[in-house]
């Protein structure tokens, strides 16, 4: 399946912005899905997930201040960011895995299928 990432953009610190990620087919119910983000000079790191029932899974960095949803009729999955910080600056990728289990949707190795990133970027 191929995944089509976009929203990026630049904010202020403070401000909110919302993610979007369309997979080329329908895979609600059968994938699970994810956000990883990428700072420069710096390792892929999870972001936020959900299994194929839909339980969501969230790095702790941005529990409280991320929802990842998805919306089956759109065939999109989003990731609303709320009070963005200097230190969310990244690019942010989409990822969709089958029949991923809940304790490994942290993993990036567990994914199957990326997206091509877009870049947030946090500054004043």
């Known amino acids: 399946v191929q995944l089509q990432a976009s929203g990026g953009g630049l904010v202020q610190p403070g401000a909110s912005l919302k993610l979007s990620c369309v997979p080329s087919r329908r895979i609600f119910g059968s994938y699970g899905m994810g956000w990883f983000r990428q700072a420069p000079g710096k390792q892929r790191e999870f972001v936020a997930a959900f299994n194929l029932s839909g339980s969501s899974k969230y790095a702790d960095s941005v529990k409280g201040r991320f929802t990842i949803s998805r919306d089956s009729a759109k065939n999109t999955m989003y990731l609303q960011m709320n009070s963005l910080k200097p230190e969310d600056t990244a690019v942010y990728y989409c990822?969709?895995?089958?029949?991923?289990?809940?304790?490994?949707?942290?993993?990036?190795?567990?994914?199957?299928?990326w997206g091509q990133g877009t870049q947030v970027t946090v500054s004043s």
């Open positions: 990822a969709a895995a089958p029949r991923i289990v809940y304790s490994q949707l942290h993993y990036p190795g567990s994914y199957a299928s």
